[in-house]
Nanobody, 126 residues
Framework: QVQLVESGGGLVPAGGFLRPSCKASLPTFSAYTLGWFRQAPGSELEFVAAMKRHNSNPYYANAVKGRFTMSRDNAKATAYLQMNSLSANDTAVYFC???????????????????WGQGTQVTVSS
């Protein structure tokens, strides 16, 4: 059974940082595209970042480019999202997602991902 488990969220002051992680139980972790999405209260799921399979370069939403860094450790079957210079606008539940094969134009499309975690809450106090 495929499982994605996020952790590492929390409450931080504006300007702070967090590093959520996503531990996956996938048969061949390196063969999966991984994505991070977030959902603020009253809003839809929003694309944050993604990495295609086999450790390609990450893709980022404009809202987080230059502040967030996505990485993956295939040996540990874990993805990370280093989030710096956080602001209140970053407050949301952060989800990781996985799919075996996505083209670049589909990386930000939630319906294209087959597997999702339960999310981790990130709250930034202003």
């Amino acid at each position: 059974q495929v499982q994605l488990v996020e952790s590492g969220g929390g409450l931080v002051p504006a300007g702070g940082f967090l590093r959520p992680s996503c531990k996956a139980s996938l048969p061949t972790f390196s063969a999966y595209t991984l994505g991070w999405f977030r959902q603020a209260p009253g809003s839809e799921l929003e694309f944050v970042a993604a990495m295609k399979r086999h450790n390609s370069n990450p893709y980022y939403a404009n809202a987080v480019k230059g502040r967030f860094t996505m990485s993956r450790d295939n040996a540990k079957a874990t993805a990370y999202l280093q989030m710096n210079s956080l602001s209140a606008n970053d407050t949301a539940v952060y989800f990781c997602a996985a799919d075996q094969q996505l083209i670049t134009s589909a990386l930000g499309v939630t319906s294209q991902y087959d597997y999702w975690g339960q999310g981790t809450q990130v709250t930034v106090s202003s």
